[in-house]
């Protein structure tokens, strides 16, 4: 009887944060204008790709932010014009990463979306007008898996669709 008890137990609990796998969420918030100044010397790796998706003669990153979470909790990263982006990694299914991204403008939703990203992968979002060109936001998450356990693929769990915005832990 005893032993029941503690297997119905272990099952309710659900896994444990240890066994969780950690996802590095990095984001990268870039302006594209047209005003021959070239590459940011910090966007070098990335100018290529920028250069073949946008046709923009500058590209200037404006702020670098890199937060780490366990499965199924929000991030949430300030972006420039007052936009917020929240990220989810919500499962770990073979080499991607299942997410939720919503980006918002105030308290307004602009964009969301449910996404697998290849482990240590990049995003890249063309988006809305900044300054005097446009902004671009490039996404990318890295999981790090316990070395315990393969805890395969997580459940979803639903959110709060509000953005608040939260400085990096």
């Known amino acids: 009887m005893a032993f029941t008890v503690g297997t119905a137990g272990r099952v309710w609990a659900g896994p444990s944060l240890a066994s969780l796998p950690k996802i590095a969420v990095r984001v990268d918030s870039v302006v594209a204008s047209d005003t021959h100044q070239g590459i940011d010397a910090r966007l070098t790796p990335m100018g290529p790709r920028l250069q073949s998706l946008f046709s923009y003669t500058t590209y200037h990153l404006v702020s ?10 929000l991030l949430s990263f300030n972006l420039p014009g007052g936009r917020i982006l929240h990220v989810e990694p919500h499962a770990i299914e073979g080499d991607m990463i299942a997410m939720e991204l919503i980006l918002f403008q105030g308290e307004r939703p602009l964009m969301t979306t449910d996404l697998k990203l290849r482990n240590h992968g990049v995003l890249i979002i063309g988006g809305p007008r900044y300054e005097e060109g446009m902004l671009i936001i490039s996404i990318g998450a890295d999981c ?9 693929a997580l459940p979803l769990r639903p959110h709060s669709a ?4 939260a400085a990096p832990e």
């Open 64 to 73: 670098h932010q890199e937060q780490q979470t366990r499965m199924g909790a």
């Open 162 to 165: 509000t953005p608040q915005a």
């Open 144 to 152: 790090r898996r316990p070395r315990t356990a393969d805890v395969g």
